[in-house]
């Protein structure tokens, strides 16, 4: 059976769609002929094929499955008349450690350090990162200095932005970071994935394996010193569980 004439404008659609130019198909196209997977069943017996010239090009569309954009993470230097500490926790085979870093608005490591955290869960040692950057901030900037904090455990921040008030277990530890919150003019605390927080899980990982606290005030290691530049410079992708 021939195409009949109100049928034939399906076809104008498809040549139309092939040949009229600036089209951007959104998806990949997958080139085919007239007689290849063309699903539609003719009303009046036959086919939609019957009498459809041979050879003519139509998309194939196939959907595929939508992937998301990567996350891109870069770790952001304060304003000029602030500080950014920078803590981090990490538990690895029962064994703790926590890791903390000041830095100015070059991205300067001003004072950088870590300890080991035994016997504590990942939470407990992200809070005793928060504690022990806060000692070292708080000895090395002068009293009424602002200061950005920052770290990759979104519970410690939320837990930080209302002062601890419902935290499930007020230690010593929680009480002693909010007198020493007391001794900056200004506080701002923000969450960031772990790969824009580089420096402080370097260190976190290297505190899992220090017994008594150590703080570099000058000196950095080569490693350290490395990844605060590559902070500057490049961005980070998200890495997705």
């Known amino acids: 059976m021939a195409l009949t004439g109100h049928h034939r404008p399906m076809f104008n659609v498809f040549w139309l769609h092939h040949r009229s130019p600036p089209y951007h198909p959104p998806l990949p196209i997958h080139w085919s002929t007239a007689f290849d997977d063309f699903p539609m069943s003719y009303p009046y017996g036959g086919t939609a094929l019957d009498g459809f010239p041979m050879g003519y ?3 194939n569309i196939e959907a595929q499955p939508h992937k998301p954009r990567p996350t891109l993470v870069k770790w952001a230097a304060p304003e000029p008349d602030w500080m950014k500490l920078n ?12 890791g903390y870093a000041l830095r100015d608005s070059e991205g300067a ?3 950088a350090g870590c300890c080991g955290a035994p016997d504590l869960n990942v939470l407990d ?3 005793r990162g928060l504690w022990s950057g806060l000692k070292l901030a708080a000895k090395v900037c002068k009293r009424g200095q602002k200061l950005w904090i ?3 455990s979104l519970v410690i921040i939320d837990y930080l932005k ?3 008030v419902d935290y499930p277990n007020n230690q010593p530890v929680v009480q002693d970071i909010i007198r020493l919150l007391d001794h900056f003019s200004e506080i701002q605390a ?3 994935y772990r790969e824009g927080n580089a420096v402080a899980d370097w260190l976190a990982g290297k505190g899992k394996y220090t017994r008594v606290e150590v703080v570099w005030t000058s000196d950095f290691p080569d490693k350290l010193e490395a ?3 590559k902070d500057l410079r490049e961005y980070h992708e998200r890495r997705r569980k």
């Open 190 to 192: 923000s969450h960031i």
């Open 57 to 59: 090009p139509y998309y």
């Open 109 to 111: 490591i001003l004072a």
């Open 227 to 229: 990844l605060a530049q």
């Open 125 to 127: 040692a992200e809070l």
């Open 162 to 164: 209302e002062f601890f």
């Open 150 to 152: 920052e770290g990759d």
């Open 87 to 98: 803590f981090d926790g990490a538990v690895s085979k029962g064994v703790a450690g926590c």
